[in-house]
Nanobody
Framework: QVQLQESGGGSVQSGGSLKLSCAAS?????MAWFRQAPGKEREGIAY????????DYVSSVKGRFTISQDNVNKTLYLQMNSLKPEDSAMYYC???????????????????WGQGTQVTVSS
């Protein structure tokens, strides 16, 4: 079992930046960031493959968010720049330890989840 702990959320003004972290207790193959706003479904925003380093983003965050990983410390990051009010949500990291050759931005692809960290962007 992999335990995940997110941190780094907070409140910022529109145009500001935040960096989220997700510490994992074990090895993973795919790691991703998701977010969920009140009344909405959980949305995948970025993933990274721990072996190939391949990453991808949902179109709404491309060019503003950057996903990265520190494999030594088993930590996932999400640098969020040019934040907008519509980025406000609870942010979760997901982990998939099985040796997939590729990752997906779907909830069902990830076996383990953190508790989430809140991001609030004011206009």
């Amino acid at each position: 079992q992999v335990q995940l702990q997110e941190s780094g959320g907070g409140s910022v003004q529109s145009g500001g930046s935040l960096k989220l972290s997700c510490a994992a207790s074990g090895d993973t193959r795919c790691m991703a960031w998701f977010r969920q706003a009140p009344g909405k479904e959980r949305e995948g925003i970025a993933y990274i493959h721990s072996v190939s380093g391949t990453s991808d983003y949902v179109s709404s965050v491309k060019g503003r968010f950057t996903i990265s990983q520190d494999n030594v410390n088993k930590t996932l990051y999400l640098q969020m720049n040019s934040l907008k009010p519509e980025d406000s949500a609870m942010y979760y990291c997901g982990s998939e330890p099985r040796p997939w050759a590729y990752c997906r931005l779907t909830v069902s692809h990830y076996k383990y989840w953190g508790q989430g960290t809140q991001v609030t962007v004011s206009s």
